[in-house]
Structures are given as C-alpha cells and as structure tokens.
C-alpha cells in the first residue's frame, strides 16, 4: 500500500520560532507583544510535524544543536517520528516572527549552528543509509554555516541516481544549485522565484514563464505558492491553478511547509494531480488560521478543499 511509503525530511537549519503578535510594530520603538509562543520548527520539520499528524511514517534529519533540543525530541517522541538528527554544539537558533492584526508578518531569521567537516560526513553517512530504506526525500530551509549549496545540490543527484523523488523547498544559492539537480518538485513561493530568476514577476503569465524555465531546468513538477492567491503548479500534464477561499489570517508562518506536506502525502496516497493540488491548497489554507502548523482537524481540511477553486491554466 502506497501509503506505506516511508518519508524523510531534512531541515539543514532548524529554528525554534518565537511568534509574537500585537496590533501594529512600531520599528524603532518599544512594542509590547499580546500573545506569544516559543515552538520547535523549521522547514522540514514543519513538514514531518504535518505528514506524521496525516499519518505517515516520518523520519527526520540535518543538523541540531545540543543547548536547547529538548522541545524537538518532545515532538518527535509525541508524533513517533524517527529521529535521525546530527547533533552539533552549540544553540538551534532562535527565528522571530511578528504577527499584526493586519496579517503583515516580519521574520527575523537568525544563522543557525555551525556545521563541522566530521558533523558533515556523519550527516552524509546517515543520508545515504536512510536513501536504503526510504522512498521520498523532502530537502527544505536555509543552509547553516558549513554546509554549502553545491552539497546540498549532490545529495539531491545522488538521491535521484538511487530512484528517490526529492521535494525540495529553499531560497538563495541553495534554490539555484538545487533546481539545476532535477529535484522531481521544487516549491519556490513566487518572491523566491523573482530573486532567482532575477527578474520582477508582476502577473501570472510572468510567473508562469518563470516556472517554464525551472521546468525546462529538468525539475519535473514546479509549484509556485502565491499566498493568498493559491498555487500554480506545472508538469507535463501541463497547469493546474489552485485559489482558495479568503481566510481569517492568524499567522502565515509555516504555510508554505504545510503545502509541501499536502503535497507529499498526496503523492505518498498516489492521488491524481487535481486532488492533490485541491487537498494541499486546502491544508495550507486552514494553516493561516493558527500560530504554527498541524492539522487541528482533518474534516475542516476536507470541507475546505470543496471551495477551493481548481482551473487549467
Ligand atoms: N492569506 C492566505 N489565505 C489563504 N491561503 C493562504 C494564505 N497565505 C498562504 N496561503 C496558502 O498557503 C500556501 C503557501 O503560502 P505562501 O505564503 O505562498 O508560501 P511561503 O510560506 O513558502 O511563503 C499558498 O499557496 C496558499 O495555498
Ligand atoms: O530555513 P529558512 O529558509 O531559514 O526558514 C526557516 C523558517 O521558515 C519556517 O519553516 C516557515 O516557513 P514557511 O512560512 O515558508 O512555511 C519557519 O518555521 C522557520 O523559522
């Protein structure tokens, strides 16, 4: 059965998020917070937190600094997922979000840990042995000091080479090293893309250029997360758009992560593009309406994806 298919998510950079939310910031004054959290998170985790609440075997790994771990083993011992982190001395760093009222959130993303030659090769050691027994990879977030796009870029050949389908999920250099090793999806958000390609995308018919030429990279499927204004997504089926409902906006951190996972279990399950693109858009949509991510309630997911809004492009 499709859905025992085993996963592994990598998050090279995790964070814990300290969410903070108040009316307005004011930069360069004192602004007092009216409700605030402090959780463990980071792309791939944020990734295998959703796919082991949908049901998935879940195994994690990267890099994790012994100081201030103990709320990432809690939540891998409360969800049973595998644990396989690389520890490193030293402090997970710590990423500030600022909510407003208006749903403008500020991200204050801080380095992370520093990565040495020997945490390296472990790292390497445990990936190629989990590419044994694990069928889909998902590589997402930042790279931490120490770790460089062009590895990044190798485990993704190496993981292809071995007829693993990699989702990949990053920004910057890791983004352009990453797109050109055929990752089977890559899911930049359409901001990520503009600063890649080096070009300002105003319209859809711009961003959808834009994904052609990932495609034409060798990515097989391109998602593109739009916010508010849903997904496109293209393979060699051709376009699928996704619009979901207006939300009530609680937090968007993390709702990029959630897509992914949508669309990950989605391909673990084998369901055809358009349901996938409907369950994912949907996951990702009810995760705007809370500070962090998890499914609540896997029957609001399934009544929201009936309004989400699926076209051919
Ligand atoms: N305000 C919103 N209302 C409804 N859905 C949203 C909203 N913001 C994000 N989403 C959903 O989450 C997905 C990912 O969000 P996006 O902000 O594009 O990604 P990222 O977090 O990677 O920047 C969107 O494609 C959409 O499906
Ligand atoms: O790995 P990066 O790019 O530095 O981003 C890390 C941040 O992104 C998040 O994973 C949220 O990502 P999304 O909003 O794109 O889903 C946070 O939990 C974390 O603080």
């Not at 001395?89 to 840990?113: A, C, Y």
């Not at 797109?179 to 995308?201: F, G, Q, R």
């Not at 309630?297 to 076209?311: G, M, P, R, S, Y």
Request: proline share 3%; with cysteine.
């Amino acid at each position: 059965m499709s859905k025992n298919l085993k996963v592994v998510t990598v998050t090279l950079n995790p964070a814990l998020d300290l969410t903070g939310s108040l009316e307005a910031l004011q930069t360069g004054s004192v602004n007092l917070i009216e409700t605030g959290s402090l959780h463990p998170a980071g792309k791939g985790i944020n990734v295998a937190k959703v796919l082991a609440e949908l049901g998935a075997k879940v195994t994690v790994t990267g890099f994790l600094g012994t100081n201030n771990q103990a709320s990432f083993v809690e939540l891998f011992e409360s969800l049973k997922i595998n644990d396989q982190f690389i520890r490193v001395q030293g402090d997970t760093r710590i990423n500030v979000k600022i909510v407003e009222k208006s749903g403008q959130v500020s991200d204050l993303n801080f380095p992370g840990v520093i990565v040495g030659e020997s945490e390296l090769a472990e790292f390497e050691r445990t990936l190629f042995k989990l590419s044994k027994t694990h069928d889909v990879f998902v590589i997402a977030g930042s790279l931490p000091q120490g770790v460089t796009p062009e590895h990044c870029a190798g485990w993704i050949e190496t993981l292809n080479k071995a007829g693993k389908k990699v989702f990949f999920d990053s920004s910057n250099k890791a983004l352009a090293a990453g797109v050109n090793a055929h990752p089977y999806l890559v899911k930049p958000n359409d901001e990520e893309l503009s600063a890649l390609l080096n070009l300002p995308l105003k319209n859809t018919d711009e961003i959808k250029n834009a994904a052609q030429q990932l495609q034409q990279q060798g990515c097989h499927n391109v998602v593109i997360s739009m916010g508010e204004n849903g997904v496109l997504w293209l393979n060699q089926a051709g376009w699928l758009k996704s619009t979901p409902p207006k939300m009530e906006v609680v937090s968007t951190v993390g709702a990029g992560d959630t897509l992914v996972a949508g669309l990950c279990w989605s391909e673990l399950n084998q369901w055809d593009k358009s349901q996938s693109l409907s369950f994912a858009t949907a996951l990702s949509a009810l995760a705007v309406s809370q500070v962090g991510v998890g499914v609540e309630d896997i029957d609001q997911v399934e009544a929201l994806q009936k309004n989400i809004k699926i076209t051919q492009e």
